[in-house]
């Protein structure tokens, strides 16, 4: 059974920076790729980013580009999310989430997710 456990969310004024953490239990993910998405009230639940859990490569959605920086500790199974200056507009429920194998979906596709965490809540205030 694999757990996703999200971690590091918080209130942050704008400009500000946080760390999200999601760390993943029950097996290890050697292909595939682990991601970010948020949710903010009354939205549809949207992309931010995601890793390849064996290459490395990045994906970033456009709003997020340059302010936001994927990273994995594979010896400790976790995926990272730093945000730095930060709007009001990144304030969203977090969510981690996980595929394994290769996938004809890319990377930004929520529905192409196996596992998801139970999210961080993230507010900027202006």
């Known amino acids: 059974q694999v757990q996703l456990v999200e971690s590091g969310g918080g209130l942050v004024q704008a400009g500000g920076s946080l760390r999200l953490s999601c760390a993943a239990s029950?097996?290890?993910?050697?292909?595939?790729?682990m991601g970010w998405f948020r949710q903010a009230p009354g939205k549809d639940r949207e992309f931010v980013a995601a890793i390849g859990c064996g290459s490395g490569a990045t994906y970033y959605s456009g709003p997020v580009k340059g302010r936001f920086t994927i990273s994995r500790d594979i010896a400790k199974n976790m995926v990272l999310l730093q945000m730095n200056s930060l709007k009001s507009e990144d304030t969203a429920l977090y969510y981690c989430?996980?595929?394994?194998?290769?996938?004809?979906?890319?990377?930004?596709?929520?529905?192409?997710?196996?596992?998801w965490g139970q999210g961080t809540q993230v507010t900027v205030s202006p």
């Open positions: 989430a996980v595929r394994t194998g290769v996938r004809i979906a890319t990377p930004l596709e929520a529905a192409s997710y196996d596992w």
């Open positions: 029950g097996r290890t993910f050697g292909s595939g790729h």
